[in-house]
């Protein structure tokens, strides 16, 4: 890895998504690449979900965060491979249970069991980020944003959001 | 490149019109979490269509952009199913805001999202690579548009009588619309000959499954379709559509080159 390179993942290494303000682009798998191109430095980065309303502020945040730092590089989103939650770091996953979101599952391997299945074998466990019981319910698919669920701890009883894998 | 944005707009319209209508219950949900789910699922919708416009403005090059094709073009030129342009209402019942019918919403988002599970999982092998990437995007988030509204499904059509009452009625009046699915256009020919599209009568076993299996759980009973084939991706679509535009485009042309 050549300075500039070196530099410009340092520069970005900290760098808060919007949202989830407790995890790092790079935690979420967002931060794809920083390389050099025939015209000079390239950092890469790719969309969560389509609607992602956060992906312009992001865009943002990282042309901002490396013209602070003094750096000239060009930002590219690239859709392919498709963002998956598998990417995210461990500590990132563990930052998330803190902030009080259930990190995600690994996605089901081949993915396309939603065919032909009615209802899953098995209903996954999430474990509530409070207080770690296995004894949660989802009360809605889709929680404060298109990427969460929304659960129900039956222990505790608090509400929490659940990263759904993708 | 022609079959490429003909075939591009009609998927991009698909999601951007369902998405419209599915912002409709933004506010109005019956529930405070399904009016987030419904928002949730309009910015996916949305957000595919995005990608859509950007590619097509792209092979287009000139002066387009998305904006343009969402914002300017008129009623004929947009390609969607007349299924995603119809109002959220049986249809016997007025048009007021309160008398929108959430089991319409879900049958709808359940008869299109069992078809885009499938389809976008086909158009992963588009030889449009950037078709594809899009299609492995969106494929992941179709999932769970399909597993929202097919559990609204059930939970309706095996629920109250009156649920299921009104959902067998939406049932009734959207079924005859997904001909539409099967009977080929141009533009899909075309891009199929490109090996750009996907021949979707190729998928309807495979929806007639999906759509069996759940209509079953539901103990709801699958209506006989014939008749009239609506032809809204050709361009000839119901009054409907005009008036969803209407109110889409109206900001956008009353203030061109807005910036906020
Ligand atoms: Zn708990």
């Known amino acids: 890895m050549n300075a500039s390179v070196a530099a410009a993942w340092a520069a970005l290494e900290t760098l808060a998504d919007p949202e989830i303000p407790v995890v790092s682009l790079r935690d979420l798998g967002i931060l794809r690449d920083v390389r050099e191109a025939a015209d000079g430095l390239e950092v890469v980065i790719t969309p969560t979900y389509s609607g992602c309303p956060a992906m312009g502020q992001i865009e943002d945040d990282v042309r901002a965060t490396l013209a602070n730092a003094g750096i ?95 | 490149m022609k079959p490429a944005t003909d075939y591009l707009l009609h998927l991009a319209d698909n999601a951007l019109v369902l998405g419209q209508r599915n912002a409709e219950w933004c506010g109005h949900g019956p529930i405070l979490e399904e009016d987030i789910a419904l928002s949730n699922v309009s910015l996916d919708l949305i957000g595919q269509a995005r990608l859509l416009y950007q590619l097509v403005a792209s092979l287009k090059g000139g002066n387009c952009t998305e904006d343009r094709l969402a914002y300017f073009r008129e009623t004929h030129e947009f390609r969607n199913y007349t299924l995603l342009e119809l109002p959220h209402h049986g249809p016997l019942s007025g048009y007021a805001q309160s008398s929108m ?20 999982e086909a158009l992963e092998k588009s030889a449009n690579a950037d078709l594809a990437a899009i299609a492995a995007k969106s494929l992941k988030e179709v999932r769970y548009h399909l597993r929202h509204s097919r559990d609204w499904l059930v939970r309706l059509g095996d629920g109250t009588a009156e649920s299921h009452a009104r959902t067998q009625a939406a049932l009734d009046h959207l079924f005859p619309y997904t001909q539409e699915f099967w009977a080929q256009s141009p533009a899909e020919a075309a891009a199929i000959s490109a090996g750009i599209g996907v021949d979707v009568t190729t998928l309807k076993a495979d929806w007639n499954a999906i759509v069996d299996a759940a209509l079953g759980e539901a103990t709801l009973v699958r209506p006989e379709v014939g008749g009239y084939v609506t032809e809204g991706k050709k361009g000839i679509h119901s009054e409907h559509l005009g008036f969803l535009l209407a109110e889409m485009q109206s900001l956008a042309r009353a203030h061109p080159n807005a910036q906020w």
């Not at chain 1, 590089?73 to 498709?82: E, F, G, S």
């Not at chain 1, 259930?102 to 089901?108: L, V």
């Open chain 2, 101 to 120: 019918d959430y089991a319409t919403t879900i049958v709808r988002n359940f008869l299109y999202s069992a078809l885009m599970a499938l389809l976008w």
């Open chain 1, 72 to 166: 000239a590089a060009r930002v590219v989103t690239q859709l392919a491979p498709a963002w998956t939650t598998d990417w995210m770091t461990e500590e990132g996953k563990e930052k998330l249970r803190a902030y009080g979101i259930a990190p995600p599952h690994r996605t089901p391997a081949g993915s396309n069991v939603v065919r032909f299945i009615a209802k899953p074998a098995q209903v996954e466990t999430v474990p509530c980020p409070h207080c770690g019981s296995a004894h949660t319910v989802e009360s809605s698919h889709f929680g404060s944003t298109a990427c969460k669920a929304l659960y129900k701890c039956l222990d505790c009883q608090e509400p929490f959001d659940y990263f759904k894998p993708y």
